[in-house]
């Protein structure tokens, strides 16, 4: 108690917000000298200088940041591997059924029409999108932030639930590598191209004006490396995990993770 008391009074309790400022005051330096530096020798070097300052910030605050870097880097290694897997899911030869088997089955439970044609058949003009059609598109598209997203703020904010969440990914993903060797499924937009458009590329071709993958949609991204990769959902799973976490973060968090769920779940279809 006696040694509490001390601390206190010598104001060690309330220096840890003025520590971490101070560690980025080199930082603030760094860019400062490289800025002023870029001024006087009139802007020929800015990459070089701007390059310096970034190097130097990193190797000063990477004593700071190595845990974070570690635990991060982990989580990131995950996605990596599952990738990487997923590329050679369809190349080993165990499927037990054909691509189009999901199909045949969806159609069979939804009166001969895919879920995917009935919806775009009701909401979807290709001519014209429409606000809704650029919002489940972003909403698809945040697959590849949102886990990341979430990965870090459990680990700034509950980072004794991070290990689970980096778990959970994994465990998660194994079983959909399970899923694409065994039951290797195509997506509504290739198995049934004259009903179904990939709607998300399909904005990004009219917003962006290039082509993402010929005039049918039907091509893959080229960072995509498996088509066959429909069932399960590694967009509906991921996104399952965010909201799972997002409850551990508090009530408003866990009704917003739900409500992302459920759009990436409708825009997914």
């Known amino acids: 108690m006696n040694q509490n008391v001390y601390r206190r009074a010598r104001g060690v309790g309330t220096l840890e917000v003025p520590r971490r400022l101070r560690q980025l005051l080199p930082v603030v330096a760094f860019f400062a000298i490289a800025f002023t530096v870029d001024m006087i020798t009139g802007q020929r070097y800015s990459s070089a200088w701007g390059s310096a300052a970034i190097v130097a910030s990193v190797i000063h605050l990477v004593p700071a940041i190595r845990p974070a870097l570690v635990a991060l880097g982990g989580y990131a290694a995950i ?19 054909e691509p ?9 439970m939804f009166g001969g029409k895919l879920p995917s044609a009935s919806m775009q058949a009701r909401w979807f003009d290709a001519a014209q999108g429409g606000m809704h059609d650029v919002l489940l598109s972003l909403v698809h598209a945040s697959f590849f932030i949102m886990p990341f ?16 969440y980096a ?5 998660t993903f194994a079983l959909g590598l399970l899923g694409f060797v065994f039951l290797p499924t195509a997506p509504p937009w290739m198995s049934d191209p004259g009903e179904v458009t990939r709607v998300t590329h399909h904005v990004l071709e009219q917003s962006a004006g290039f082509s993402l993958g010929g005039a049918s949609g039907g091509d ?7 088509d066959l990769a429909a069932l399960p959902s590694v967009h509906v799973a991921a996104t399952v995990l965010v909201f799972l976490a997002a409850r551990r973060l508090g009530t408003l968090a866990g009704w917003l993770g739900g409500l992302y769920a459920l759009l990436m779940t409708l825009a997914v279809v």
């Open 100 to 108: 189009e088997t999901i199909d045949g089955w969806e159609r069979a």
């Open 167 to 171: 778990g959970a990914t994994a465990a």
């Open 149 to 164: 997203l979430m990965a870090g703020m459990l680990w700034w904010k509950r980072r004794r639930h991070f290990r689970d």
């Open 220 to 226: 893959a991204f080229w960072f995509e490396p498996n």
């Open 79 to 97: 996605w990596v591997t599952f990738n990487l897997g997923r590329a050679f899911a369809e190349d080993i030869g165990l499927a037990i059924a």
